[in-house]
């Protein structure tokens, strides 16, 4: 293969071959096959985003489950590939690029701190004294997602029509939550929405959160390996915006200490300009971070639901015990309902992450038959919910909240029986785990359908109240 001899990659990869060659004193086959995985892995790396010195260093780590001296390779090699987390070398040829990287995720952060902030010039301050204004309320996720969407359009090099019809769904958005006449009623001297703005907000960031999707897989939302990408993007990006959020709590609790100090009161600062302005511009530079070190952290998959899928199966199994036993059945309130959602999707999400980690050629194993424990735990949790969210409908009739639960059960439904039956299929040998990757990931899209409706339709059919 003809390469120039200054090609920083091709460096790399010589570096590599060479240690293989050392240790193994051969020239054969074996060493020109494993050149060839490993340059698969390191174009699809840079296909998604990493530069070649970072893609190349990844693509070796994974190289280590193939081949043992590829996996020594990488633990000698593993300490610069953490230490290109943000700063690279003076001598590194995507310096520019990465600096110029940088100065756009910073002055999104800056424009996000100021969106979150113009509403104050129009008479909607955050005062810490006071009740949050419903504009916030309604607005939360417009402050943040069109901007982390510019983010990925610029990173991905759209096109300017493409990122003209994908502003669509940002403003409907926008216009449902802030046009809609929702009733405001007034309790103990202060506004409280509507049950249809709650469910309006509720769902918006969900409906949303797939316009980000499309950005971030540059229009391929059909393709499989994409979306299970963003899949994995969206699980990275929570864990870092939860250590970002531990951090700013040690930086508000010292504020709080150092102000407190001198005689004064930062309540007002923290409430007004930190907390909201800290909270939208961790969303952009969690998303920077996770892009910056693409599949570096992916190895939290496995252990984030190797630990948490045994103790939700454990915990569904004993709730479903004892409610059998005690004969008690679920209190149908709307709280109760949000929590046992928000329960199911976490499971949905177990099972995804999971999914996403997992290699699609391995056999199965113990840890599969838990997921498939959990999984059926799950609908047989759902199917006790949607029992009793029908037997409440027949006794007092349909109401927003009711029938927006009732829809995003039935869907929930749908999802883990349908991942039941893969992986049961999967487990018995007469499918493969592709199958259920394809199931998985192509369902994202019901949900995001389902929580558009909601935000569209749901105020208009029942009279906004």
């Known amino acids: 293969m003809n390469v120039a001899p200054d090609d920083p990659l091709e460096a790399q990869i010589g570096q590599w071959r060479a240690y ?108 810490p004294n006071e009740e949050v204004p419903l ?73 949303l959160w797939l316009a980000v999707g499309v950005a971030y897989v540059r229009g391929r939302w059909f393709d499989e390996g994409r979306r299970m990408n963003f899949v994995r993007f969206t699980g990275e990006l929570v864990i870092y915006f939860i250590l970002i959020a531990l951090g700013g709590g040690v930086v508000t609790a010292f504020t709080f200490m150092m102000f407190g100090a001198i005689g004064m009161d930062p309540a007002w600062f923290v409430a007004g300009w930190l907390l909201p302005c800290g909270a939208a511009g961790a969303v952009i530079i969690g998303s920077w971070l996770v892009e910056a070190k693409q599949s570096v952290i992916e190895n939290m998959a496995p252990v984030l639901t190797r630990l948490f899928t045994p103790l939700f199966t454990i915990l569904l199994l004993v709730f479903l015990t004892t409610m059998i036993w005690t004969g008690r059945p679920i209190d149908i309130q709307r709280d109760v309902l949000i929590a046992f959602d928000l329960l199911l999707v976490l499971v949905v999400g177990l099972v995804l992450y999971s999914a996403s980690a997992r290699d699609p050629q391995a056999p199965p194993n113990l840890f599969d038959s838990l997921q498939l424990l959990l999984i059926v735990s799950a609908l047989v949790v759902d199917l006790v919910a949607l029992a009793a969210i029908a037997s409440r409908i027949s006794e007092f009739g349909f109401t927003p909240n009711r029938v927006a639960a009732l829809g995003e059960n039935l869907i929930l439904l749908v999802n883990l029986s349908g991942s039941a039956w893969l992986y049961a299929e999967f487990l018995r040998g007469r499918n493969t785990f592709r199958a259920l990757e394809a199931w998985q990931t192509a369902y994202l899209l019901a949900y995001s359908i389902w929580a558009a409706l909601v935000v569209l339709l749901f105020p208009p059919l029942f009279r906004f109240a």
């Not at 090099?157 to 003209?164: Q, T």
């Not at 994908?166 to 405001?184: I, K, M, S």
């Open 20 to 127: 293989l060659h050392r240790r193994r004193a051969i020239e054969g086959p074996d060493v020109e096959e494993l050149e060839t995985h490993l340059r698969d892995q390191v174009s699809s790396l840079t296909q998604a985003g990493l530069a070649d010195d970072e893609a190349f260093l990844v693509a070796v780590k994974r190289m280590g489950s193939l081949d043992a001296l590829s996996r020594e390779f990488a633990l000698e090699h593993s300490d610069r590939l953490w230490k290109q987390l943000v700063i690279v070398s003076a001598t590194d040829d995507s310096t520019k690029s990465n600096r110029t990287e940088a100065l756009v995720v910073l002055g999104l952060v800056a424009t996000v701190a100021l969106v979150v902030k113009i509403p104050a010039l129009f008479g909607v301050p955050l005062d």
């Open 135 to 207: 504009f916030y309320f309604r607005n939360a996720s417009l402050f943040v997602f069109p901007l982390l969407t510019v983010y990925f359009l610029w990173k991905r090099g759209w096109n300017a029509m493409s990122r003209l019809w994908l502003a669509l769904p940002f403003v409907v958005g926008a216009l449902c939550v802030n046009v809609y006449p929702f009733e405001t009623r007034v309790m103990n001297n202060a506004p409280e929405p509507s049950d249809t703005e709650v469910l309006a907000v509720l769902h918006m960031p969900i409906a």
